[in-house]
């Protein structure tokens, strides 16, 4: 009786009714309609939608005006639509979700008690099949943020967080990839360093992430050269061609469920060492690699901010990294300031092509930055013995093999192209002569941002003044670009109301 | 430049869309309008609309059928068309809203710090305001949970909550309040106390709160009864008139942040002490009180669990009320089951009317702990003499003078009405012989939310055997009431799937 219930009656048409709502799905039904009232609908609940063997759960908004729906209609947003891929017109079922048991365990964590394997994996699966609202992940995010997950929880998280995904596996027995833990603006090293390690013939499926609080992610950076929305088959095929990828992780989806927690964390914009560490091992696990060598970046306004902090991470990525079964290696490097001269996807690939170029104006740090994570890469994977690798990554630079590498892996992803062009700019010029003493990296990320990064691509800042430089009265310090004239006027606001994002220090 | 950039381009005809968010406010703008492209707004774009003098911050859906706005349009969804009261076709002034830096400070609380006056007082103030979307107040809300707020926080989150709203003043000293701290299904003591010390000569203006995570709160209850949705003005006068008044504190909005707050924690179910203690007293200062009684029940599946944390809930509760200017009185009972038989809104109202009708059939244990606590705030008041207000509260709910105290409240109120019946029900019975033993009051609670209860005002249930009842195989325990088949299917299913709510013992 229940079952006839539950299937049967509750069947109504559906129509894509062509609202971006971002990643919540949302589903639309009429007040009216004979499924609200028997089932007690109302809006904001859960509901879940039943297309033959698919079925999501969707946020409910309640229809009242009878123009936008007909009655036995129900409307899907753009992502209850792309999740559920049903017919238009065809016939979807709407039912009661089953109440999310995991859920308790948040409540747990948010009181204090830890998760284990079970807990975590209970949750992790239910947030990579899309069961959470919103406020469920927000909850959950706030209750890991800081170093709220110690070290056996950031194990589960990182299993779970494996598991609940497809996992690659190459035949070759080293797999290497690298990762940056940043909070600086620019640093595309991974443009660099993919080329690099795949013209020697190492395998590297390395997926990127976009932007999460950042001006620009290397994924959003490498888009502006060419595709990056590449699935498993298709980056599979770009891995066996040329030896390296640089792909973004959410299209092949390694790490379903980071990618649901992302789009949360973004506005949220708080850190979670335990979620930075699964976050960045589940997805290298899951792109099958077993040699990964973590850049810590440590600055006053980078993402880690002492020696200290980054050897507490540095020594939980490789303690969680040999559980889950990857050798890491850890390279701290300094992060007072940003990384080549762009700020944004676009100003940041021409830092990137200059190096990769060797033309005589590239950004040395950024060039010097790869070459050291190669290096390590290279010496790891033993492909070249210890105190050479730096040697050997210059000379596949200098010579034009990774430039040359770069390009065939940019037309195995579909196709190079040229960076867009911001169609507005504005030079900040220094107020008076002095040397540039410090760099707010956060301010500076945030300015990049108001001018409308990563989303508009050609967006950012340019930084022409690195620590250091000894300015001018009136020599340009920044140039802001931006699509749109209202996002270029909110970054000056901001630029004005702010103290200095570049500080200058007495003129000698 | 940058003014006339913000104010007079940024203007769209505003259309009601229709569409029922619950309360977070939604604009709706096609993708391809000129505001989108220049502002470079987006999906989930937190946006400020503008409407003569009012503004709120909405999130934005846009749309990419062209069906549903035209180019010049944009939409608001219920909650945003109530907050900004626009003409239907008149213009509204779209823009970025400015960055909100209270954030910063719920960030800190979430990494550990502790929020003092000042940063206590900007979010709570960007809270009323609107100005905090849904993820924001999921992660304050956890940042705070379980007993993350000390003591002056807790101070400071109760005096930023009285300062963001109207206070209430009266013309007599003496002002009472109660307010009990359950997690127990039932317990509607408060219609029985304000109309017995109404009777008596004392002031006493009522706020009660809608269900957050119960199936009923006494709002809800007493508007089965009488209208709720009172405003101060009309609050006001029901008062003068009756010395009493049982309104919805919603609707007078004494304590707006809190009414933003319990949107969001009802769907993630989570407790705060901090909050707690905010949330009661805070609607105490601004209702004008200065005598409170608070009854804290302490039982097994009571939301508090043992004498420890009762009487630490209560020194919190006591202390924070002389910091704020309240005279607070804890009493703490037993909670190890409902009080009275029914759990939902109008199945706990019957329990209500019984009592003050003095009917035979009436639930003892909710008279019982009414007269307590009408004892206690007429003994805390000076009105009665010590150890003699259970006898003067016993007399006036006994000769009638509470029931027609009550009857003119509601009057006063909008009108008396009866409370509506289920149009379905379900008896479970017992399997066996055996004595009640325990009762899972969370379990009961989230059954009668599955029947429909609060929203579904006839929904919930009956208990038809308290514990130590002696029952024999077939005898009814609970009845559920339903106002629709599907929730009715989804309350038994729940208790099919669960272990026993009630329990048996041996049969003797």
Not at 423 to 437: D, E, L
């Amino acid at each position: 009786m229940t079952d006839s219930h539950r299937i049967s009656p509750n069947a109504l048409r559906v129509r894509r009714m062509g609202i971006d709502t971002y990643q919540e799905p949302v589903v639309y039904m009429r007040a009216d309609c004979h499924i609200c009232k028997s089932e007690g609908f109302e809006a904001q609940s859960r509901i879940t939608i039943r297309n033959r063997d698919r079925s999501i759960i969707a946020t409910l908004n309640v229809v009242h005006d009878q123009q936008l729906l007909e009655l036995d209609e129900t409307g899907l947003s753009e992502a209850a639509w792309r999740l559920l891929r049903p017919d238009a017109g065809g016939r979807v079922v709407l039912s009661h979700p089953a109440p999310l048991e995991s859920l308790s365990h948040v409540r747990a964590k948010v009181y204090g008690q830890r998760l284990g394997d079970i807990e975590m994996a209970a949750i992790v699966g239910d947030i990579a099949a899309g069961r959470y609202a919103d406020i469920h992940l927000s909850a959950f995010i706030t209750a890991c943020a800081g170093s709220r997950l110690d070290p056996a929880e950031t194990t589960a998280l990182t299993r779970a967080m494996i598991d609940v995904g497809d996992r690659l596996s190459w035949p070759e027995p080293i797999v290497v990839d690298k990762h940056c833990v940043g909070g600086l603006p620019g640093n595309r090293t991974t443009l660099v360093v993919v080329p690099i390690v795949a013209a020697l013939s190492l395998t590297m499926p390395k997926t990127s992430s976009r932007a999460i609080t950042s001006p620009a992610g290397t994924a959003d950076t490498m888009e502006t050269l060419a595709p990056v929305n590449l699935d498993i088959a298709a980056m599979r095929k770009v891995v066996e061609r040329e030896g390296g990828c640089i792909v973004w992780g959410g299209s092949v989806q390694l790490s379903p469920a980071d990618d649901v927690l992302i789009r949360v964390e973004r506005p949220l914009d708080l850190d979670s060492e335990g979620q930075l560490v699964a976050s960045v091992l589940s997805k290298k696990a899951a792109a099958g690699s077993n040699h990964v060598v973590i850049d810590i970046r440590v600055g006053p306004t980078a993402k880690v901010r002492s020696d200290v902090a980054a050897k507490t991470l540095g020594q939980r990525l490789i303690d969680v990294g040999r559980e889950v079964g990857l050798n890491v290696r850890v390279v701290v490097t300094d992060g007072s300031q940003p990384v080549g001269r762009g700020v944004g996807p676009a100003l940041e690939a021409r830092d990137v092509l200059a190096v990769l170029r060797g033309e005589k104006t590239a950004p040395q740090d950024l060039r010097v930055r790869a070459l050291r994570l190669a290096a390590a890469i290279l010496e790891m994977s033993g492909k070249v013995s210890p105190g050479n690798g730096l040697d050997e990554a210059a000379a596949v630079l200098d010579d034009g093999r990774a430039w040359k590498k770069f390009q065939a892996i940019c037309d195995a992803q579909g196709g190079m192209r040229e960076p867009r062009v911001a169609a507005y700019t504005h030079v900040v010029t220094a107020p008076r002569a002095g040397r540039v003493v410090s760099i707010d990296n956060r301010r500076l990320a945030r300015l990049a941002k108001l001018a409308g990064a990563p989303k508009a691509t050609a967006a950012g800042l340019e930084l022409h003044t690195p620590l250091g430089t000894q300015v001018a009265a009136g020599q340009p310090v920044l140039t802001v670009h931006a699509d749109a004239p209202g996002e270029l006027a909110y970054a000056l606001q901001y630029l004005e109301s702010q103290k200095p994002i570049v500080t200058l220090g007495d003129n000698r």
